[in-house]
């Protein structure tokens, strides 16, 4: 087989298998949006509910699972889909230079002005993070020797603390704050990298005003990453480096400009660095390579630059592991093996299936006296004990990965409302902050399910149309919305991580947004000349 006949394998094949994957999905999502909704809620002692209709345990972070109006959301969604597509063909001819800047101006003040109105303070493990770039900055490292061995169970997050302690050195040297609030206006200006990157992608690979214009106003509608910038945790500083990267080796693919490589390289492994998680990104990027560079000329120069991207980024976690070991003089020595998180996503929780059980995470790392091996053995055993249990009980496996499913991609506030308000407080919210936490969280939550349904909805449609139109750098996107959703079915369970991948998801589902307005449109037009004449 030549190289023009791989290469047309290759893209047909790439094509095929995350088109029916994705679509498939996304249908799913979209039907299930359409009859349940999921919530996080703080359910306090005594107010748990056990019936026929509800098992709502008792926990700081319940998740709790309703029924919805089938036919009102399907009325939500024809209004969403008319309104949007209206205002798109109204305004597709603004350049996209105002689109990008309209965009940016808007998520980074709406994203500062909750941050000011909410004054939520880092709590748990946010509150770790942060503390130990703090005394890092000021070249205190006491909290690594704390009683609770944080750092010592999870020494992943010691690269977003050197990213943190690189901030506050920086503003250190300018001025004094009271408290680390300006990381959470931080997390608005990334949010805002963030959505501009998704429109500059979808224009590149789309090439379409009217998509473009759909994606910037579903973007500005997107409420929940907005509410999320009050939670310190490395998700939105990593997706800025991880989103720019995939526009980078767009580029550089489609555009053969090796500037725009190295680029790809040196931001991915910056991503990894801030949050291991975007692993699932360099993934689906070299996945995306090797489907595209058999079109190209350069196959050598492409293998050699996926390396060095693999290598560097699995280089340089344990690079500033290494470094802060040598600045505290204490050895840290090896973290939770990801097979406990493996296992604990495969396991009951008090929340929901596969959310956070600390029994299958520091518990067996401290009962194994910090062995990161002997507690990966135990974990490959639990993982194996209920590998075994799900082929024997098929109706359980269905509710278990059902449920865990449900509760990361269709709790549609995605934790954003719920961490503002379990969270310490530098001071009292303002009303507005008070009321979208308080009185006013059952409307706020009811637009961000609606957002969300269209999202499902106009994504696996979006995903029909670049799958005709043979469009495989348009289907980037998808690629990483399937590597988190099989990393999320069988990892942690947790909505909030569910964010990136929402945001991802927009660009195809403007669109499908797009597709389904013409059809619309077209099929109006046709009745009335049928009826004219």
């Known amino acids: 087989m030549n190289k023009t006949k791989i290469a047309a394998f290759l893209e047909k094949a790439g094509l095929g298998v995350v088109c029916v994957l994705s679509a498939a999905i996304t249908f799913w999502l979209s039907l299930v949006s359409m009859l349940h909704t999921v919530t996080v809620e703080d359910i306090p ?45 109204k305004l597709s001819n603004i350049r ?3 689109k990008v800047l309209f965009i940016f101006v808007w998520t980074f003040l709406l994203g500062t002005i909750w941050v000011i109105s909410s004054q939520s303070a880092p709590t748990f493990d946010s509150f770790q993070v942060v503390s130990a770039a703090e005394g890092a900055a000021k070249n205190d490292f006491s909290i690594f020797n704390n009683d609770d061995h944080y750092f010592k169970d999870y020494s992943f997050q010691l690269g977003y603390v050197f990213f943190l302690e690189i901030i506050m050195r920086a503003v250190n ?8 609030l300006y990381l959470e206006v931080l997390n608005a200006f990334f949010l805002s990298v963030i959505n501009v990157f998704v ?20 973007l500005a509608l997107s409420f929940a990453p907005l509410v999320s910038c009050s939670f310190i945790y490395g998700i939105f500083p990593g997706m ?26 040196l931001l991915i492994a910056i991503a990894m660095t801030i949050k291991s998680n975007y692993l699932i990104w360099l993934i689906a990027m070299c996945l995306i390579a090797v489907v595209m560079m058999f079109k190209r000329k350069k196959m050598v120069l492409d293998c050699i630059l996926m390396a060095v991207a693999v290598i560097l980024s699995f280089s340089l976690q344990p690079a500033v592991k290494s470094m802060y070991e040598s600045r505290s003089g204490i050895d840290l020595g090896d973290s939770i093996p990801y097979a406990s998180w493996i296992a604990m996503g495969l396991c009951e929780s008090n929340s929901a299936p596969g959310w956070f059980n600390y029994t299958h995470t520091t518990q067996v790392f401290h009962d194994n ?41 269709n709790e549609t506030s995605y934790e954003s409302i719920w961490n503002n308000t379990v969270r310490g407080q530098y001071k009292e919210k303002n009303s507005f902050a008070a009321w979208v936490c308080g009185d006013g969280s059952a409307k706020v939550k009811k637009i961000m399910d609606i957002w969300t349904q269209l999202l499902f909805a106009s994504f696996a449609v979006g995903i029909a149309v670049l799958f005709i139109k043979k469009n495989f750098p348009a289907m980037s996107l998808a690629v990483i919305f399937l590597g988190g959703f099989f990393y999320q079915l069988i990892s942690e369970g947790k909505s909030q991580y569910i964010v990136p991948y929402i945001i991802a998801m927009t660009g195809i ?9 013409d059809r619309m449109s077209a099929l109006l037009t046709k009745n009335n000349r049928s009826s004219d004449e």
């Not at 224009?203 to 910037?216: I, P, S």
């Not at 490959?380 to 059902?402: C, M, S, T, W």
């Not at 589902?509 to 307005?517: L, S």
Request: charged share 20%; aromatic share 16%.
């Open 173 to 180: 040297a300018v001025s004094k704050p009271e408290n680390p």
């Open 509 to 517: 589902a403007a669109c499908g947004i797009i597709f389904a307005g």
């Open 45 to 89: 002692e005594g107010k748990s509910i056990m019936s026929s209709l509800y098992y709502i345990r008792q926990d700081n972070e319940s998740v709790i699972y309703s029924n919805d109006s089938f036919f009102g959301n399907i009325i939500y969604l024809i209004l969403s889909v008319a309104a949007l597509y209206f205002l798109a063909k």
């Open 199 to 218: 429109l500059l992608i979808t224009d590149l690979t789309v090439k379409n005003k009217k998509v473009t214009t759909a994606l910037t106003l579903m």
């Open 369 to 409: 006296n910090y062995d990161a091996d002997a507690t990966a053995e135990k974990s490959k055993a639990v993982i194996a004990e209920r590998l075994g249990y799900f082929a024997k009980n098929p109706q359980y496996r269905h509710d278990f990965f059902y449920k865990k499913l449900v509760s990361q991609w």
């Open 240 to 265: 800025a480096f991880a989103i720019a990267a995939l526009y980078c080796e767009l580029r550089y693919l489609m555009d053969d400009k090796f500037g725009f490589g190295i680029a790809s390289v």
């Open 96 to 98: 996209l230079r105002y």
